[in-house]
């Protein structure tokens, strides 16, 4: 068994486990495998080994990768932060998006997805840690862009995703995985047809699933390191 199909069955036997002793069924919970930086000839061999979603952070990246891999048939998920200048090809070359956070962005998405595609399938990014440095619509402002992007055609609203703070500080991570479950939980009573929670990674995705995840974003624990920086988030970092 190769390297990155090892990984793959130990992560879905971790999924399992975790699920189980959260009193879940693991089919509650889909693996989304993060790809970024890693090249289309290891996400093939992710492929090989029974994966079939993959999710990219970085657009320059991704459609450089896709035509390589386009005789499999691979669901894209892009859930890196949206320039307005690249909803288009964003909309044009994935099924999903997780990372909307204002009306802007979603209004783009819909006029740029073709009436021919399904409807692009969207998570709300929301900011649970409250840093500045964090793409995400505040909590307080969550229900009026929810409200905003039910109302728009070609998105299909599915769920929320969220990426909390980077600490080892247990009790704080599950305190904000905990309040986007809860801001979930609410959407849903207010009416809302959702039923995609993404949250969880690799270091911290146990207690993601604790909390409520439906869908896990986890690419270390599957490719390794990642491997080399790339010009788009060098860019994107120097914008900060």
């Not at 909590?139 to 070609?154: F, I, T, Y």
């Not at 979930?184 to 270091?203: A, C, I």
């Not at 911290?204 to 699933?209: E, P, R, S």
Request: glycine share 4%.
């Amino acid at each position: 068994m190769t390297t990155i199909a090892s990984r793959l069955q130990a992560v879905n036997a971790r999924i399992a486990r975790v699920a189980q002793s959260a009193d879940r069924q693991a089919d509650e919970i889909t693996l989304l495998v993060a790809s970024k930086t890693h090249p289309a000839e290891r996400v093939r061999e992710a492929w090989l080994a029974g994966q079939t979603i993959f999710g990219e952070n970085y657009l320059q990246e991704a459609l450089a990768k896709m035509p390589a891999l386009a005789d499999l048939p691979i669901e894209w998920h892009f859930i890196g932060p949206i320039q307005s200048n690249k909803t288009k090809r964003i909309a044009e070359n994935f099924s999903w998006v997780h990372s909307v956070d204002r009306a802007k962005i979603a209004d783009r998405l819909s006029k740029d997805r073709s009436e021919s595609l399904p409807p692009l399938q969207i998570c709300l990014q929301v900011n649970v840690s409250g840093e500045a440095s964090k793409s995400g619509v505040p909590p307080e402002e969550l229900a009026h862009l929810a409200a905003h992007v039910v109302r728009l055609p070609h998105l299909k609203l599915r769920g929320l995703m969220a990426v909390p703070e980077l600490t080892t500080a247990t009790a704080l991570q599950r305190s904000q995985f905990h309040m986007l479950w809860e801001l979930f939980d609410r959407l849903k009573q207010d009416g809302y047809e959702l039923d995609t929670l993404s949250m969880g990674m690799s270091e911290d995705m146990d207690i993601a699933i604790a909390e409520g995840a439906t869908m896990v974003r986890v690419g270390t624990a599957i490719f390794g390191p990642r491997r080399y920086p790339i010009p788009e988030e060098i860019a994107a970092r120097a914008a900060r």
